[in-house]
């Protein structure tokens, strides 16, 4: 086993242990909290794909992360007020499963990102971070004047959407949820990093032209990859929605699309489950600093300074060591 | 039937025009020596064949598809392996990882690689740009071999290396030529150690091929006169 293996199972031993100690301890606050981490996880687990592998600074993952927001919220509102969601020329419903839900927002932001990337990856660096930006903004712009769906005030849902055999009110079983679905992406992402497209696609980051001389064709890598990251960050923003119950145009602001990829910083660029570290530490920090200072994003600068500056590897460059190729 | 084929080709970079005239062809199974002084020509030939670069004129065909409509990765599809000069592994990379990112179905996969470079096998989990310069050079070749190109382009695959590395090279490069029947177009000033390997010899002088026949017929005259100092 590497050091960085080990790492990776502390790392998930610990958002399991903790709240399942919450709970023992009657503390719903501290699983709702760790439940928050996960699914920020998740987001930063799929910008990941796209930036920590394929080197796409992407600044409008908020869209995606918005996008299954709404596509639970709409689909949540319809249920919940026996309205349909379209009548003609065929009758489509309102559903509270999330079994129905999740697929809906993947594909939906998978779709987005697919369209999104085919233009946005027509350029490279500080262009792309830009398009992106600006596409970001139109999807958040656009929810905003969307007064179907509550325009700026957003959308609020009754009651959590519902799992087979679970009760999803419950905060433990919703944790129980979220986390089988961390480590189903973690699963997902490890073998796909690891597989012939993974490699391929870590590899275009390094020389493009290199690359090509081997017959494989970067844009395909680097879209492939941003629509499976788009549909990764979409399913943690349906998770989001659910866990709030509430979905509104903040979910695709650009500060949270810059949240997404601090977890993805502090965690480590590029290594599968370093946003999870991230996304951890973030919602740790968040919690202790927030409580000592209304300025505590201020502290999370200096720290994030530190990172960039001293440990380009993020957590988990600092405690696994700088070497990612013997995963 | 020529597998390469190359026709009155020329090439710019920029404005500077760098192929002026170049005529010679590769047969299937054949290893042809691209010779010449530096700066002839030589590797901009080798671009120009797996199309990272544009030629302006003449033809480049290869197993019968014209060269100058396919963009680089298609030429490689087609059966074009490139060990590029300078090596040019993907660092960060494992040796495993730079094979398998190169790798399409056929008969080349890692077993046979490594067994062609059993040092690669020694350093499967390494980075590959920990590796010395010998171990990149055979990490080089192989990636574009796990391509399983029918042509093989090898663009200075032994310079800077040791001598005792060098050999190793050219052991390889010999044991494909008897087993694979790949068709190779080398790249290279060692004299000697092509006289081993290669079945004709084309020299290039300021960007035309000036030269073009069965090696063994490379007389001391032509050598000294094209690629002497």
Known sequence: ?327 | MSLLSLSQVSAFYGPSQALFDVNFSVAEGEVVALMGRNGMGKSTTIKVICRMLQHRGGTVMFAGNDVARLPSHKVARLGVGLVPEGRRCFADLTVYENLIAAARKGAWDFTAVAELFPRLLERRGQAAGTLSGGEQQMLAIGRALMTNPTLLLLDEATEGLAPVVRQEIWQAISKLKAQSGLAIVVVDKSLQELRGVADRAVILEKGTSVWNGAFSELSAEVTDRYLGI
């Open chain 1, 1 to 327: 086993m590497t050091r960085e293996s080990f790492l990776n199972a502390v790392l998930m031993g610990f958002l399991l242990v903790v709240p399942l100690a919450a709970w023992a301890l009657d503390e719903p606050f501290i699983i709702t909290l760790t439940t928050r981490a996960v699914i920020f996880a998740i987001a930063g687990v799929g910008l990941n794909l796209a930036l920590g592998f394929g080197g796409l600074v992407s600044f409008g993952h908020a869209a995606f992360f918005g996008l299954g927001g709404y596509a639970m919220g709409i689909l949540a509102y319809h249920a919940q007020t026996y309205t349909p969601l379209m009548d003609w020329p065929f009758v489509i419903e309102g559903t509270k499963s999330m079994l129905v839900i999740w697929p809906v927002a993947i594909v939906a932001s998978g779709l987005a990102a697919l369209a999104i990337g085919a233009l946005s990856l027509r350029t490279s660096g500080v262009y792309f971070i830009m398009i992106t930006l600006a596409f970001g903004q139109m999807f958040f712009y656009f929810t905003i004047s969307w007064s179907a769906y509550g325009g700026e005030d957003g959308l609020s849902i009754y009651v959590r959407n519902s799992f087979p055999g679970l009760n999803t009110m419950d905060p433990i079983q919703f944790f129980a949820i979220c986390y089988g679905v961390l480590v189903l992406v973690l699963a997902g992402v490890q073998r796909l990093a690891h597989a012939s497209f993974g490699l391929a696609l870590r590899a275009a980051r390094q020389n493009e032209e290199r690359l090509q001389a081997v017959g494989q064709v970067p844009y395909r890598l680097y879209l492939t990859a941003f629509a499976i990251s788009g549909a990764i960050t979409g399913l943690a923003g349906a998770l989001f929605a659910d866990l709030n119950r509430f979905v509104s145009p903040s979910m695709l602001s650009w500060q949270t699309s810059g949240e997404i990829m601090v977890f993805v910083i502090l965690g480590g660029v590029g290594r599968v489950y370093g946003p999870v570290a991230g996304a951890a530490l973030f919602i740790l920090l968040e919690h202790t600093l927030g409580g000592l200072s209304p300025y505590w994003h201020v502290y999370l600068g200096a720290i994030l300074l530190g990172v960039v500056l001293f440990a380009r590897g993020g957590i988990f460059g600092l405690l696994a060591g700088r070497e990612v190729a013997h995963d």
